[in-house]
C-alpha cells in the first residue's frame, strides 16, 4: 500500500546534519497494522510525517498505491491528505478555541457533505470514543487523554484508508489505552491500514502485526535487538 525507498529526511543546522530519517526502506502491506518503536529522537515522528504527506522527504521516495508522492503536486498532495489519510499527532494539534466537536467536525469541512451530516459523523465517532458528555469542551478544559481521543476521532471520522496515530495510547491509563487499541484493531479487521508509533512494546506486540524498529534515523531488525541478538 505505501513504500518507501531509501527515504532519508535531513537537517541542516550550521556545521551539522541531523540524519532524522535515514534511508529507510519500508512496505506496508493493504491491512496491515504495523508498530514504530525505538527511543526518543530515533526518528519515529519524522517517518510518520513523511508517510503522511506532511514533510517531504531530503532524499529517496515514497510511494502510495504506485502514486509517487514526491511527483504529486502541492494539491494532489493535500488531496492525498484529505482522502486517503488519518493523522494523529503526538501533540494532538487540536484548535484550542474549538470544542472537541468542533475540533472533529473541522476536518470534514474539506470532503464535502451537509453540516447535518459532519455533525452526526463527528458525533458518531466521539461517542464510540467515549466522549459523549465532553463533546462541547474545548481542549483546556479536556484531560490528557481526553485530548488524545479528540486527536484520535478527528484522525478518523474521514474513515481514511490509512491511519497514522503517533503515540495513540501515551497519555492513557491501562483501561483507556485496552478500549483504544480493541476499537483500533476493529477498524483494522474493518480494513483500516495503521501505522502506530508506541513505546509501549506490550501494546506493539499484542495489536500490531508487526514490529519495526528505529534506531538514530535508521530502520533496524527487531529480532536482532537486544535478548542474546547478534546487532
Ligand atoms: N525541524 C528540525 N530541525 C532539526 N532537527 C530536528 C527537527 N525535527 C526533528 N529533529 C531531530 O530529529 C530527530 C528525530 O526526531 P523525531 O521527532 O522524529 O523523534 P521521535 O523518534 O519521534 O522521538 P520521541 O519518541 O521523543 O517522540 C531528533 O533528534 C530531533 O531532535
Ligand atoms: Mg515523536
Known sequence: MIRTNKVCRHYIRGPQIIKAVDEVSLAIEEQEFVAVVGSSGSGKSTLLNLLAG????????????????????????????????????????????????????????????????????????????????????????????????????????????LLFADEPTGNLDQDNATQIMALLSDLNRQGLTIVIVTHDLEIAGEYAHRMVRMHYGRLVDHQSEGHGGEA
Open 54 to 161: 506532511l514533510d517531504s522527504p531530503t532524499a529517496g521516495s515514497i510511494e502510495f498505491r504506485g502514486t509517487t508522492l514526491n511527483n504529486l503536486s502541492r494539491r494532489g498532495l493535500s488531496q492525498y491528505r484529505a482522502k486517503s489519510v488519518g493523522i494523529m499527532f503526538q501533540s494532538f494539534n487540536l484548535i484550542y478555541h474549538r470544542t472537541a466537536l468542533e475540533n472533529v467536525e473541522l476536518a470534514l469541512y474539506f470532503n464535502g457533505g451537509s453540516r447535518g451530516e459532519r455533525r452526526t459523523q463527528a458525533t458518531s465517532i466521539l461517542e464510540r470514543l467515549g466522549l459523549a458528555d465532553r463533546m462541547g469542551h474545548r481542549p483546556a478544559d479536556l484531560s490528557g487523554g481526553e485530548q488524545q481521543r479528540v486527536a484520535l476521532a478527528r484522525a478518523l471520522v474521514k474513515k481514511p484508508a
